[in-house]
């Protein structure tokens, strides 16, 4: 069967799109406005085996998993790691088109993952929604308070953040315009409250659909919204071929920078990929310590501390077990077991 690699340049009212044979000659090239009917129509309507490639973007996700079964495979790779079409000087949608499908055709792309599964996607959003919503309401509640410290008002005795504390902090304001402002974002913190409680709820909806979240809940320190945020961020343990993979996507894998075998600089953790992760595992931490009986993770951070007398490198190693024994129990479908590291 003819192998055939289609470029799509995916925009908001128009797409751009090219179409490369096995030895780089075009087939066929062309613009379709933006909707799933056309979306399809332009990739099946060729004889061969079609394989496309878009850039990850807002509508790359929908694309991915409407094309899924009109095409023999479909790819989306990372723009951050395509110079050859951010940088270029001639940048114009069929250009990148043009440029994906030949990217494609030599195997030349950095590939992001996509659920194929609707309910999985729909359950990253829900959780995405929540973490949004939560930043949103820390963002509120510091600029509460720096509006206080900016009038001079203390607010160590009184809690800022309810109704009581706030309008007896507000009284200390001379200004009345001032007052109205604080008040303003009170009333938005209160509104973001609520409406991180409803995005909770809609989550616990989940669970019984995705079994995995309730064997997260047994793991010490672990709550509903970081077994949430896990699932949601790796989707599948089975997309990371070792740990050291997923440690790397959760940023802690470190980075040893060199030329000619000579070091480059100090190592440092990689601040690429998620920070959404690497907060989960950071907070399982914290709540595992926080807890009463002993546990896998305390014996682990005790132990580094022991070997590496650093606070610090003793939490990164801990956070790097936490991870490893959520993606063995979620790749082996087994349970939490607390003395793994006595056997």
């Given at each position: ?39 399809i129509d332009s990739v099946s309507g060729h004889v061969g085996d079609v394989h496309v490639l878009m850039e990850e973007c807002e509508l790359s996700g929908w694309a991915y998993r409407a094309l899924l079964e009109h095409t023999k495979s479909v790819h989306v790779c990372d723009p951050r790691r395509n110079a050859w ?144 945020r896990f699932v949601a961020y790796v989707q599948t343990p089975h997309r990371f071929s070792s740990i050291r993979k997923l440690w790397k996507y959760c940023r802690l894998a470190v980075i040893k920078r060199s030329s000619d075998g000579k070091p480059i600089g100090r190592e440092r953790l990689d601040r690429n990929a ?70």
């Amino acid at each position: 069967m003819k192998q055939l690699y289609f470029g799509i340049d995916l925009g908001v009212k128009v797409c751009a799109w090219h179409l490369l044979d096995r030895d780089g000659s075009t087939v066929n090239k062309g613009e379709f406005l933006t909707s799933e009917r056309l979306l399809i129509d332009s990739v099946s309507g060729h004889v061969g085996d079609v394989h496309v490639l878009m850039e990850e973007c807002e509508l790359s996700g929908w694309a991915y998993r409407a094309l899924l079964e009109h095409t023999k495979s479909v790819h989306v790779c990372d723009p951050r790691r395509n110079a050859w079409i951010a940088k270029a000087g001639d940048k114009r949608d069929e250009v990148d088109a043009y440029k994906l499908a030949e990217q494609l055709r030599i195997k030349h792309f950095k590939e992001v993952y996509n659920p194929e599964d609707e309910e999985m996607a729909a359950f990253k959003k829900a959780v995405q929604q929540e973490v949004r919503l939560a930043r949103l309401l820390t963002v509120t509640k510091l600029h509460i308070k720096a509006q206080l410290r900016r009038e001079g008002v203390s607010y160590r005795e009184d809690n800022p953040y309810s109704a009581k504390g706030i309008e007896g902090l507000v009284r200390n304001i001379g200004n009345e315009s001032v007052q109205d402002l604080i008040f303003q974002n009170f009333r938005l913190m209160k509104h973001l409250e609520e409406e991180k409680k409803i995005a909770i709820a809609q989550l616990r909806r989940f669970l019984p659909q995705i079994p995995i979240l309730k064997a997260f809940l047994e793991v010490p320190g672990a709550g509903l919204l970081t077994s949430c945020r896990f699932v949601a961020y790796v989707q599948t343990p089975h997309r990371f071929s070792s740990i050291r993979k997923l440690w790397k996507y959760c940023r802690l894998a470190v980075i040893k920078r060199s030329s000619d075998g000579k070091p480059i600089g100090r190592e440092r953790l990689d601040r690429n990929a998620s920070g959404v992760l690497k907060d989960v595992s950071r907070k399982v931490f914290m709540g595992a310590r926080a807890c009463k009986s002993d546990n896998l993770f305390k014996r682990t951070y005790r132990k580094s501390l022991a070997r590496t007398g650093n606070n610090v490198h003793a939490r990164l190693n801990t956070q790097r077990k936490i991870i490893a024994v959520f993606y063995a129990m979620w790749r082996n479908g087994t349970e939490y077991n607390d003395t793994i590291d006595r056997v």
